[in-house]
């Protein structure tokens, strides 16, 4: 393939990540008021399980999985498993730009864990681009008049959980496949999901109209990590991150024509800036010299 033509193989990918992130919000909407967050994730487990297994057998990578880092999968997967669970609660509360607005604020925390975790150093531009963030994040939730307080608490809470999950997943992917990733992920993510749904021994049974909704959620979130992946294997973070920004307006629209949100320029203008700060960081980092 040309190289040229990377960058439209990038952005299909990313039409497909946009789609699944979307479907997953529409998803979890509908099951917010039929299964608490724990159960959503652990029957999202499960089938992300079953998934990944019939992949893993069927191509003959099941011997990918190794267990020698298991302690990493573990941290990886709790920081992961609470984001998510923080993500979909916050569905139900704030709007979906604001949620996915502040979703955006996770390479800014990853910046931050990145410092005390993987000895990174915080660069001039590294602080600008942390303070354009939560300039930014401020101006989304503008405190006691942009919405629930609580509501956009917890989305910014799942982006630092989301944080932690992606700095614990660059460990991994030195030593690690994506199967051997992913099988953890949904193996672990599975067991915490049944002890949490299951800790009051009353684990709730989706209905027959809500299991499409509960297939949604577990396909929609597999492949909006595997596409996001496929689209940075094959363009520069540079080319992929502002596609990626595309998902806001997208699911701004979603939530006007389905759940009757009002599109607040403000939102708009706080993601832009959170934006400005993640795309300083990946351009100053892009620019540097490689060694060869």
């Not at 997953?24 to 994730?41: K, P």
């Not at 939730?141 to 799942?158: E, F, N, Y």
Request: proline share 4%; glycine share 10%; net charge positive.
């Amino acid at each position: 393939m040309s190289e040229g033509s990377r960058p439209l193989l990038a952005a299909a990918w990313m039409t497909g990540a946009i789609v699944s992130f979307s479907s997953m919000a529409v998803a979890g909407r509908a099951l917010n008021h039929e299964l608490d967050t724990f159960e959503m994730m652990m029957y999202r487990s499960l089938i992300g399980l079953a998934i990944v297994l019939a992949i893993g057998f069927s191509t003959g990578k099941i011997r990918e999985v190794r267990r020698d880092r298991l302690g990493l999968h573990l941290i990886r997967n709790l920081s992961h498993f609470a984001g998510q669970n923080l993500w979909l609660y916050a569905l139900g509360m704030i709007s979906l730009a604001q949620l996915f607005a502040l979703e955006f604020t996770s390479p800014i925390w990853i910046m931050i864990l990145a410092t005390f975790l993987l000895g990174e150093r915080l660069t001039k531009p590294r602080l600008i681009a942390v303070a354009l963030g939560f300039a930014g994040a401020l101006l989304v939730a503008r405190p006691g008049t942009g919405g629930d307080p609580a509501g956009l608490t917890i989305a910014a809470l799942a982006a630092v959980g989301f944080a932690g999950s992606i700095v614990c997943t660059k460990l991994l992917t030195r030593t690690e496949t994506i199967l051997g990733i992913l099988f953890w992920l949904t193996a672990m993510q599975a067991v915490f999901g049944i002890i949490a749904a299951g800790y009051d021994a009353d684990i709730a049974w989706p209905s027959a109209s809500s299991w499409p909704w509960v297939v949604m959620i577990a396909v929609a979130g597999l492949l909006a990590h595997t596409c996001l992946t496929n689209a940075l294997a094959i363009a520069p973070a540079t080319v992929v991150t502002p596609m990626d920004f595309i998902r806001l307006p997208v699911i701004a629209i979603v939530g006007m024509a389905f759940y009757g949100e009002v599109l607040d320029p403000l939102v708009f203008v706080g993601a832009a800036l959170i934006f400005g700060g993640n795309y300083l960081n990946i351009w100053v980092e892009s620019r540097k010299p490689r060694a060869v």
